[in-house]
């Protein structure tokens, strides 16, 4: 599973670890496969939301510990869920991916091995629950 995260507030640049394919592969094959985005679909993409999020305009409100803002948004396949800053997260039907693709600003985000790296480097792994990051 390769985790993709972009940001709706900056862009990054692409990450510095390429993957590798065999030796003697033709160098022009080499720069396509690098150069291909990740959102195949076993790709996990993320997006941050740092404002509130209404719903069929009702506020979207964490269960755990009442956060109202700053939120991370996860696509896998069709489904699309919501992660609070104090890891608590669940599936949200509302949103689709269609949606979810249209949050999506950039099409350079950072690319991290693991989803648990992947949050952990953006602060959505429960360290800083009730904090909101700005």
């Known amino acids: 599973m390769t985790l993709v995260l972009r ?3 900056r862009t990054t640049e692409p990450a510095p670890a390429l993957p590798v394919l ?4 033709d160098p022009l094959l080499q720069l396509q496969y690098e150069t ?9 993409r ?16 964490c269960s ?7 939120w991370l948004l996860i696509n896998h396949g069709r489904s699309v869920w ?7 997260q669940w ?13 999506i600003a950039s099409p350079y985000g950072t690319t991290y091995p693991t989803v648990e790296e992947g949050l952990a480097a953006l602060g959505f792994d429960g360290v800083f629950a009730g904090i909101y990051l700005e």
């Open 7 to 9: 940001t709706t507030d």
């Open 22 to 25: 065999p030796t003697g592969t």
């Open 36 to 44: 291909q985005p990740a959102d195949d679909p076993s790709a996990t």
């Open 46 to 61: 993320c997006v941050s939301h740092p404002h509130e999020l209404a719903l069929g305009g009702i506020p979207v409100m």
């Open 64 to 70: 755990a510990c009442q956060a109202r803002r700053d």
């Open 82 to 88: 919501i992660r609070c800053r104090c890891s608590n």
């Open 91 to 103: 599936i949200e039907p509302e949103i689709s991916r269609a949606d979810f693709d249209a949050l």
